[in-house]
């Protein structure tokens, strides 16, 4: 557990809390549309799939929501799932955007790590900084032996992204591990060629996730995903714990 005066980061150990999660993600991913919705008994919407059963989920509450009795005192989460080789790929939430049959054959300890969402409050340094440190605290616990997820970009129209998902396609495709998008939303990542990337507008288009994960050597896999659901363009990245562990100097 991670605390200030006014926020806890930490695991989510009851029901309550992991509702108060899948409400969170409710507000931030499927506010305004009809599908994939889920509702509790009390008619509270929720996003929820079949991959929560099998995850852990950080939370962070906020404290005075918390003591007011409001349910919205989740204000920052995201979902891990560990799973083994011995797990196949449908284990993970990835495989159903993603062919990850090469990566779970590669190793034999995984962490997916996914649905992270910050409250549109707290989108500011600290939030995000102590979700990051419960990650890293988590992380460092777990024999896992590649980190993986999936970034989006939000919107469907490549064009809005086409620097950033052509640096992306010539700089940080995985050249060992094939980890290619569904033919059913494939999207092809070299929009343009090199030589017409504009470098600093690629980097301002890149998604704070997915800039989290290059920045300790992530690979990519090959192509996007459309998720015309969510209205995003997703992108397979994993990394090696070992890199993580080294550049955060976790103790």
């Not at 499927?30 to 889920?38: K, S």
């Not at 509270?44 to 991959?51: A, F, S, T």
């Not at 990051?132 to 997820?149: Q, T």
């Not at 059913?184 to 030589?195: T, V």
């Amino acid at each position: 557990m991670i605390e200030t005066r006014n926020l806890i980061a930490k695991i989510a150990t009851n029901n309550d809390e992991i509702e108060a999660c899948k409400r969170l993600r409710h507000r931030i991913f499927l506010r305004g549309l009809n599908e994939g919705i889920g509702f509790s008994e009390q008619g509270v919407k929720l996003d929820e799939d079949i991959y929560d059963s099998l995850a852990e989920h950080i939370i962070l509450i906020d404290r005075k929501r918390l003591c007011k009795g409001l349910n919205n005192y989740a204000v920052g989460t995201c979902r891990l799932i560990v799973g083994g080789a011995s797990d196949g790929p449908n284990h993970f939430y990835s495989n159903s955007e993603f062919v990850i049959d090469s990566l779970v054959k590669s190793r034999n300890l995984f962490l997916e790590v996914g649905r992270s969402c910050v409250d549109h409050e707290y989108r500011d340094g600290l939030a995000l900084y102590l979700l990051w440190l419960a990650f890293l605290k988590y992380l460092e616990n777990k024999e896992v032996e590649i980190v993986f997820g999936v970034a989006s970009f939000k919107g469907n129209s490549p064009y809005e992204f086409n620097h950033a998902l052509s640096f992306l396609h010539y700089n940080h495709l995985s050249k060992k591990i094939t980890v290619p998008a569904r033919s059913e939303g494939f999207l092809k990542l070299n929009q343009m060629a090199e030589k017409h990337i504009n470098v600093q507008q690629a980097k301002k288009q890149l998604p704070s996730l997915l800039k989290t994960y290059l920045s300790f050597g992530g690979q990519i896999g090959e192509g996007a995903f459309v998720d015309r659901q969510l209205k995003t363009i997703d992108i397979f990245v994993f990394a090696e714990k070992s890199n993580i562990i080294s550049k955060y100097k976790i103790r």
